[in-house]
């Protein structure tokens, strides 16, 4: 079964700094998709950015990148220059087939 | 192009009637999802859809809970003679057909949040 793990169900950044959120998952597949959601109060879902499982180059997206370890099945996502803004519920998802699976999430709080 | 629509935001229905949640997908969007997000947890899939057919229901409890995407309008999930548990945000999500865009990602409605009273 396919499970994905946020182990830091809470998080904080001096604004400007960088911050990273952990995530891992266990699958026994070789192609699957990676990514990670913001959930800001207005409970909205947005992506955030997205990783194909077989690029071995780390997505970025502006301040959002990613630390893919494959073989560690790890998916960090790391937010530089944090801003306000970035304040929300950030949740790591995995693709595979049909089935989005995503973790519990990790509640990212940017100090001013 | 508006984004994925959900109607109502907020319901509020007493134990024992009947909710039904309404999902417009992207326009250009073939293929829709239902998620169930319980307070404190992340997003537990509950079925997938395309026009007129459920292709993934897995998620879905057997009893009580329906969803469908018709020809026409929007897609329905139906939770019948709720109960307290049933208490949750529901959200939808909608992506391209895959056999034209790369079926990557999903992009998600507002939510609807469900207080069962």
């Known amino acids: 079964a396919q499970t994905v793990t946020q182990s830091q169900p809470e998080m904080s950044v001096q604004e400007a700094e960088t911050v990273t959120l952990s995530c891992t998952y266990d699958?026994?597949?070789?192609?699957?998709?990676l990514f990670w959601y913001k959930q800001p109060p207005s409970r909205q879902m947005i992506l955030v950015i997205r990783q194909e499982a077989y690029k071995q180059q780390n997505a970025t997206e502006n301040r959002f990148s990613v630390n893919f370890q494959k073989a560690a099945k790890s998916f960090s996502l790391k937010i530089s220059d944090s801003q306000l803004g970035d304040a929300a519920m950030y949740f790591c998802a995995y693709r595979s087939g049909n089935q989005f699976y995503f973790g519990t999430g990790t509640s990212l709080t940017v100090i001013p | 192009n508006a984004g994925v629509m959900q109607n109502p935001r907020h319901l509020v229905r007493r134990r024992g009637q009947e909710a039904r949640l309404r999902c417009s997908p992207m326009k250009g969007h073939s293929h829709v999802y239902w998620y169930r997000q319980l307070p404190e947890e992340g997003l537990k899939f509950m079925v997938y859809l395309q026009k007129e057919n459920i292709i993934d229901e897995s998620g879905m409890p057997k009893e009580r809970f329906s969803a469908e995407f018709p020809k026409e309008g929007p897609s329905i999930l139906r939770i019948q003679q709720v109960v307290r548990g049933d208490s949750a945000a529901y959200f939808c999500a909608s992506s391209p057909n895959p056999l034209v865009t790369f079926p990557d990602t999903q992009y998600f409605g507002p939510g609807t949040r469900l207080t069962v009273l």
């Open positions: 699958t026994s597949e070789s192609d699957y998709y």
